[in-house]
């Protein structure tokens, strides 16, 4: 179980990060204070808020050992801060004066990278507070940094949707389109995944984006050989961007939050999902855990960070959780089982397995292909699953009705996943689009005029927008 036990409500303006010490919990906003706060009641201390930057803090993060924090701002400076007295240590410039978006410390605490607006990746010196090195990314902005565990490497993302692998000697090592719309956030498991081969260390990195997904990686690291990043799967529990991700200090457990205002739980070894907490009423923009203890911090832009207590058998074992938040017809063989858990219907979860039934099978059963093909024999029960469904089609029926006309694929009619732009200006459904030009179909569906070109163009703004309608109308 996990259950909130406070929450925060000092700051002015949206809430943007939050960050743990052994003692201490570091909130910053965009009412351009830090904030800290004791572990052990959750007041404030004496010397908080902590007062400098002159526009939006973005990031804060503490160092290994606790006694340092750090902040970055769009006023384009990271500052360091004595953690136990609240005074001002350094404050380190962006080379380029680009607000600052992101800044994490290595493990040794001898370094600290920072990200700004502009692409650049700055690595100081923690202990002089000098620059050590300076690089940049080619596209986008840098919102998103993690070291690896060993403090050999470290990881960027880009607004552009790039994950960057960089040395300590700022080399860029390798560079992987992770997610279409843009990185938001990403993390290392702390913890090496178990089964490596001798002389072969394994971490996860988790990193989400606005394509509402969290992707899962997996890097080995050896000394001789260098490194490798393997990509091994996908959650897609939330229906909106994925703001923020975090694994736990245990490597047992991962959370995120979302512009569909949730943070979801999962078990890292399953993948299962532990805990849907909904308890913000704006997009949540981060999440942390505490080191040492069962704790999770989430912040939002509802001003508020609430702190979220564990109980040690949470991980025993997943909790059957609500009805997928995507439309019905677009579920899983697994959504569909989740569903008949939920319903108290799990003693069908085999037999529908079996027969691969996915979303848009369940909406098409009938009391004849219940009764012939899944062989479920008690009218009863029958009976039950066909009122269940039925609840689903008027559901169904209702948002279909409800979608606005721009959502609506011209060619099939249903509500675009993948949005694109022809030549002809209009927008389609991607995969619609390109099966209309691979039967040699020259012209625009809609003008029936000839394309002047075959490029279809992701249209990333409409696919944002169908993403806060389907956020907006699952919360209602």
């Known amino acids: 179980m996990v259950k909130l036990i406070h929450t925060l ?22 009412d351009k204070t830090i904030r800290l706060y004791s572990l052990s009641d959750f007041t404030e201390i004496p010397y908080s808020p902590l007062k400098f930057h002159t526009y939006a803090v973005h990031c804060c993060c503490f160092s290994p050992s606790g006694h340092i ?23 380190m ?22 990200g700004a607006s502009d692409g650049t990746v700055v690595l100081w010196n923690a202990q002089s507070y000098k620059l050590h090195r300076c690089a940049s990314v080619k596209d986008g902005s840098l919102v998103a940094c993690a070291f690896s565990p060993p403090g050999n490497l470290f990881v960027t993302g880009s607004s552009c ?43 996860q990195l988790a990193s ?7 992707k899962i990686w997996v890097i080995s690291f050896i000394h001789i050989l260098g490194f490798e990043l393997k990509y091994k799967s996908t959650l897609t529990g939330h229906c909106a961007p994925v703001l923020a991700c975090a694994f ?12 569909d205002k949730s943070v979801i739980v999962y078990d890292t070894n399953t993948e299962n999902i532990l805990h849907t907490l909904t308890q913000h009423t704006r997009y949540v923009t981060t999440c942390a855990f505490a080191p040492n203890i069962l704790l ?19 991980l025993c074992q997943a909790k059957i959780q609500d009805q997928p938040k995507q439309f019905t017809e677009n579920w899983s063989e697994d959504d569909v089982s989740n569903w008949l858990c939920a319903e108290g219907l799990e003693d069908l979860v085999d037999i529908f397995k079996m027969n691969n039934i996915d979303g848009r099978e369940l909406l098409n059963l009938t009391k004849e292909s219940l009764a ?105």
């Open 9 to 30: 409500a000092d700051h002015d303006d949206d809430v943007n990060c939050c960050a743990f010490s052994s003692s201490l919990l570091a909130t910053c906003s965009l």
């Open 69 to 91: 924090l750090a902040s970055c701002s769009t006023d384009g400076t990271t500052v360091l801060w004595d953690a136990q007295n609240g005074q001002i240590l350094a404050v």
């Open 93 to 114: 410039e962006q080379p380029s004066g680009s607000p600052v978006r992101v800044c994490r410390f290595s493990p040794d605490s001898a370094c600290l990278v920072s």
């Open 161 to 203: 949707g790039d994950l960057t692998v960089w040395d300590d000697k700022m080399r860029c090592l390798h560079n992987e389109k992770a997610h279409d719309l843009g990185i938001t956030c990403c993390d290392f498991s702390s913890q090496p995944v178990p089964g490596g081969e001798e002389g072969l260390q394994f971490f």
């Open 208 to 214: 989400c984006g606005q394509d509402c997904q969290i």
């Open 248 to 259: 736990s200090h245990d490597g047992q457990m991962l959370v995120s939050g979302s512009v």
């Open 296 to 314: 999770l911090a989430t912040g939002s832009m509802d001003k508020t960070v609430k702190i979220w207590q564990f109980e040690k058998e949470t």
């Open 372 to 476: 012939d093909d899944l062989k479920i024999e008690s009218l009863g029960l029958r009976s039950k699953v066909l009122r269940k469904i039925e609840e689903l089609r008027t559901k169904v029926k209702t948002l279909s009705s409800e979608i606005p006309d721009e959502f609506i694929c011209p060619i099939t009619r249903e509500l675009m996943k993948d949005p694109i732009i022809a030549s002809d200006g209009y927008s389609y459904e991607k995969e619609a689009m390109e099966n209309w030009i691979s039967k040699k179909k020259r012209t625009s569906p809609m003008t029936n005029l000839v394309l002047s070109s075959m490029i279809l163009t992701p249209n990333r703004t409409l696919k944002m927008a169908i993403n806060r309608w389907l956020s907006e109308t699952h919360q209602k």
